[in-house]
């Protein structure tokens, strides 16, 4: 879907800069010369035992040896050279490839501790729940090294983001832990009214089928996978195809904490389909494009019993206003689009600056960019790294060559921008971006930063309110009544209004989530506790035999739903 014609009016005064060039040639530019290492350079604190082999998969509570096919996990770092003296991205390791029959497996175990609502899990008192992901996290924590190092390689993560992503992931769970505390001491209590007393709680879906993103492998898979084993129910976690590995060391803690069958795992593209087939699957919690949601939803045969818990595609646009701060509005512009490579959800993805500062806006763009150092993950103070996805370069370079031809301009390219390798690519900065060009629409997921200049405050707001998107974005101004009479309407378009900051997802106990394409249920640590659970209630007249026998069942604890028991 495409937005309205927008009439955008060029600048009184153009930024300095080519008005268009022809696509460089590959690794033309000094920033390149350190994203390839040959394996016997790489330091001794980052080699892996290549191949990794993931020889086990977790299924009804142990790890079982595999003896099937696997399948090839790359590492977008080039450590040789092919017969034609090309770098090649390098094969780390091989995870299972599943068979349907693998599949259903999987889904039988998940069903037998599911055991329609009767099972171990479901039935388990919170706190006993709770004490079981208390001890999972505790040892979860001992394979840190092991998982921030395939971060590192598997989707190329810099050391610091890596670890980032292992920390928070720790502090999300815990986070977790004490909302579904606080969830249950609320609903330890009787309601009455109308001469009807009741307990109100919430109880688990089923069966759900959990899977996360490459660019977050860990942190998102784990917030849809955590609350919802949580919750009571009993989950299926297929691993993104690139960032497989890593969950390796961390299928054991699963397999030593959890009853049996309570988590189960998956691997490959054949495995997703003959289980949504079956219509046994609960809830479906999904990262990733609204394509491929559409495409798994549409295999299952009862739609309207599935529930959906989707973090799907973004455009999240800045807008630049006259009366911003440009250096702070470049600082957080340069980190909202281009951490970890623009590869995020919630990256910004196309500036609007006024005309008035976008002269100095594009130069400071300029000047600020060319500071990020380009490199592999373990170097120092390295920003841009190899990208995971196959000829995403190429990619990039379609949309940024489609823009060139069609007025803009690559501001950046003395700099080396949207110069690339085999896998890495310096980040291009494209001015006078338009309507007819893909880059307006398309969302890019890569280092690309489109930037369109206006000259009312009408054309961001024409396109934020087109937009099949509407996650996040981002307001630059330092003018109260400015700010507050775009608050209004754009509150009512997304779901997040950053106010002279990036656009994030942070803190998690904040509501995450969007409006139109951009996804379905609200993400944060009390919100998925909800997503994945449904409110439930005995409730009776108000009379002394049913006084009776509730006291009954409560005194003798014969009941884990019905119960008055505080957590502390």
């Known amino acids: 879907m495409q937005c309205a014609p927008i009439a955008i009016q060029a600048p009184a005064v153009m930024p300095t800069g080519p008005c268009r060039v022809p696509t460089p040639a590959p690794a033309g530019h000094p920033k390149l010369a350190n994203v390839r290492c040959p394996i ?71 069903e037998r501790a599911w055991d329609s609502g009767r099972g171990l899990w479901p039935t388990l008192p919170v706190a006993k729940r709770i004490e079981a992901i208390e001890n999972f996290t505790s040892m979860m924590i001992t394979r840190r090294e092991e998982v921030v190092r395939l971060l590192m390689w598997e989707i190329c993560k810099n050391r610091s983001d890596a670890e980032k992503e292992f920390d928070r992931t720790v502090k999300y769970i815990r986070d977790t832990l004490d909302a579904l505390k606080e969830t249950d001491r609320a609903s330890s209590r009787f309601q009455i009214e109308e001469g009807i007393f009741a307990q109100i709680r919430r109880a688990p879906l089923g069966v759900c089928l959990c899977m996360g993103p490459f660019n977050y492998p860990l942190n998102e898979t784990f917030t849809t996978l955590i609350p919802a084993v949580l919750m009571g129910n009993t989950c299926i976690f297929k691993p993104s195809k690139l960032g497989s590995l890593l969950h390796g060391p961390i299928l054991e803690c699963f397999a030593r904490c959890l009853p049996p069958g309570v988590v189960n795992v998956v691997y490959g593209r054949l495995c997703v389909a003959p289980i949504m087939k079956t219509g046994k699957v609960n809830c479906l919690a999904f990262i990733g494009s609204s394509k491929v949601s559409d495409g798994i939803r549409k295999d299952h045969p009862t739609p309207h019993r599935l529930r959906c818990v989707l973090g799907l595609d973004a455009k999240n646009p800045a807008i630049v206003l006259p009366c911003a701060d440009v250096d702070m509005a470049v600082k957080e512009c340069v980190l909202g689009s281009l951490s970890f490579n623009g590869q995020r959800c919630t990256a910004l993805k196309l500036i609007f600056v ?24 373990w170097a120092e103070g390295v920003s841009l790294t190899p990208m995971p996805e196959a000829d995403k370069c190429k990619k990039m370079r379609e949309l940024i060559d489609d823009a060139l031809s069609k007025g803009a301009q690559l501001i950046n390219a003395e700099q080396g921008g949207g110069q690339c390798t085999e896998t890495a690519m310096v980040p291009a900065i494209l001015f006078g971006v338009t309507p007819a060009m893909r880059i307006f629409h398309e969302e890019q997921f890569g280092p690309v930063v489109p930037i369109c200049v206006y000259n009312s405050v009408q054309t961001p707001l024409d ?19 400015e700010i507050a009479h775009l608050v209004d309407p754009l509150a009512n378009q997304v779901c997040r209004i950053n106010l002279n900051s990036q656009c994030q997802r942070g803190p998690d106990t904040f509501p995450f989530t969007g409006r139109k394409d951009s996804a379905e249920q609200t993400l944060s640590v009390s919100d998925a506790l909800r997503c994945f659970s449904i409110r439930t209630l005995l409730a009776a007249k108000h009379n002394p035999l049913n006084i009776q026998i509730v006291t009954s ?16």
């Open 463 to 481: 396109f934020i309110r087109d937009s099949p998107y509407g996650q996040q974005l981002a307001i630059f101004g330092t003018n109260p009544t």
């Open 553 to 568: 069942i409560l005194h003798n604890r014969q009941s884990t739903f019905l119960s008055t028991d505080f957590l502390l």
């Open 354 to 377: 006024h005309q008035i500062v976008a002269a100095r806006f594009c130069q400071r763009m300029v000047e600020e960019v060319d500071k990020l150092k380009v490199g592999l993950p």
């Open 40 to 110: 016997d350079e790489v330091p001794e604190k980052y080699r892996l035992r290549i191949p990794m082999m993931q020889d086990t998969y977790l299924l009804n509570g142990s790890m079982v040896p595999w003896s099937g096919a696997y399948d090839n996990c790359h590492s977008p770092i080039c450590t040789s050279q092919n017969a034609q003296g090309e770098w090649v991205p390098t094969v780390i390791g091989k995870v299972p490839s599943f068979t349907e029959r693998d599949a259903l497996a999987a889904l039988e175990s998940c």
